[in-house]
Nanobody, 121 residues
Framework: QVQLVESGGGLVQAGGSLRLSCEASGRTFSSYAMGWFRQAPGKEREFVAAIRWPGRITYYADSVKGRFTISRDNAKNTVYLQLNSLKPEDTAVYYC??????????????WGKGTLVTVSS
């Protein structure tokens, strides 16, 4: 059974930082793309960032470019999202996503349950 488990969310002041982690289990994701999406209250889920393998090619939503960094550790089956210079509008539940890179920015095969990030002003 494939499982993605996110961690690292929490409450932070504007301008602060957080590091989200997503650990995959059930199969090896080394050849899969992995990414992050988020859903703010009352809004649709949106793409945040993704990373392909091999090549470690990364993709970002315009709203987070220069502030968020996605990375992965295939040995640990884990993908990370470093969130810097956080803004109140970054408040959302952040979801880990993995699978066939054809769905890179629209959603791939597997989803985690999410971790809440709250940014206070």
């Amino acid at each position: 059974q494939v499982q993605l488990v996110e961690s690292g969310g929490g409450l932070v002041q504007a301008g602060g930082s957080l590091r989200l982690s997503c650990e995959a289990s059930g199969r090896t994701f080394s050849s899969y793309a992995m990414g992050w999406f988020r859903q703010a209250p009352g809004k649709e889920r949106e793409f945040v960032a993704a990373i392909r393998w091999p090549g470690r090619i990364t993709y970002y939503a315009d709203s987070v470019k220069g502030r968020f960094t996605i990375s992965r550790d295939n040995a640990k089956n884990t993908v990370y999202l470093q969130l810097n210079s956080l803004k109140p509008e970054d408040t959302a539940v952040y979801y880990c996503n993995a699978g066939n890179p054809q769905g890179l920015t629209s959603g791939m095969d597997y989803w985690g349950k999410g971790t809440l990030v709250t940014v206070s002003s």
